[in-house]
């Protein structure tokens, strides 16, 4: 897709955004999860390492799905390590099955944090934070240009985050990295 900036009333610099990524404004359920990496254990357990600043949310008894390379191995948090070590803390897993993959193999880790219905919510953006406020441009009724409108997210996901205010169900939304385009008001897609 090619973009040209919107500057008044005519247009300047075209650009090739070919992997511009654009997605719809959903509502409905959506799960918060949590990526770490880590790393088997033993054939019952799983470590995975969790930036200090993402583990508020992460209690014992919630559901981790592991990415073994090999097949997605199911768990659930065993233990919260208190100490913090290089920002991170060391979230240990028990693992349904007993696995065959062998002992320091290294892994992904996603910890369902909580499931949330009736939500207004997006894939989400580059720079989406939770509970911030930030800028995407929204796709005109034209399909030609897109107009920059603020946004106040909520609750994040690794894919999704939840919209409090600024979209609506419907609204199509560049989710890409549009900082190159922030002095912008509005562009125009071609």
Request: aromatic share 4%.
């Amino acid at each position: 897709m090619l973009i040209a900036l919107v500057a008044g009333a005519g247009f300047s610099q075209n650009s090739d955004f070919s992997h511009v990524w654009i997605d719809d404004v959903k509502h409905g359920p959506m799960i918060r999860e949590l990526r770490g990496l880590g790393v088997i254990a033993d054939h019952t357990t799983v470590q995975l390492t969790i930036p200090e600043s993402q583990i508020a949310d992460v209690r014992r008894g919630q559901m981790v799905d592991v990415d073994s390379r090999d097949g997605i191995l199911r768990g659930k948090v065993m233990r919260v390590d208190p100490v913090v070590l290089n920002d991170k803390r060391r979230v240990t897993v028990r693992l349904r099955k007993a696995t065959s993959v062998p002992v320091g193999t290294n892994v992904d880790g996603t910890i369902e944090l909580e499931r949330l219905s009736d939500v207004v919510y997006l894939g989400r953006p580059v720079f989406g934070s939770p509970n911030s406020t930030g800028t995407l441009f929204k796709i005109d009724a034209d399909c030609v240009h897109a107009t920059k409108v603020r946004v106040r997210f909520g609750r994040a996901s690794v894919n999704t985050i939840e919209i409090l205010e600024g979209l609506r169900v419907g609204d199509r939304v560049i989710v890409s990295d549009m900082r190159a385009y922030e002095r912008h008001v509005r562009i125009a897609l071609r």
